[in-house]
């Protein structure tokens, strides 16, 4: 059991950043992967970043560029740097986990979740 606790969502205006963190505890010894996804009114679990167990990530195009993902030295929080936001990046963010490590960009693929974050961006 993995227990995901998200922070740092809030409101900004377009061009703004935030930094959403994601608290891991629980069964944290055994690899595991972390993924960053967003849902809005159209999209359910829309896929953003991945960090894997050994540190690699990757992003959704979207988030390319503009969105950069880490985390702390025990790896029991992980950090979504969010810049440049606009008004599309509105949305719940989530942050997920599941075991092994890979790039595993679907949402089903995760078994545990936290309960989101709030990001709004202001035009």
């Known amino acids: 059991q ?43 679990r829309e896929f953003v970043a991945i960090m894997t167990w050994s540190g690699d990530s990757t992003y959704a195009d979207s988030a390319k560029g503009r969105f950069t993902v880490s985390r702390d030295n025990d790896k029991t929080t992980i950090y979504l740097q969010m810049n440049s ?24 693929r995760y078994g545990w979740w936290g309960q989101g974050t709030q990001v709004t961006v202001s035009s």
């Open 85 to 108: 936001l606009n008004p599309e990046d509105t949305a719940v963010y989530y942050c997920a986990a599941r075991p092994a490590s890979g790039y595993f960009t679907d949402p089903w």
């Open 2 to 44: 993995v227990l995901l606790v998200e922070s740092g969502g809030g409101l900004v205006q377009t061009g703004g950043s935030l930094r959403l963190s994601c608290a891991v505890s629980g069964r944290t010894s055994n690899p595991y992967t972390i993924g960053w996804f967003r849902r809005t009114p159209w999209k359910e």
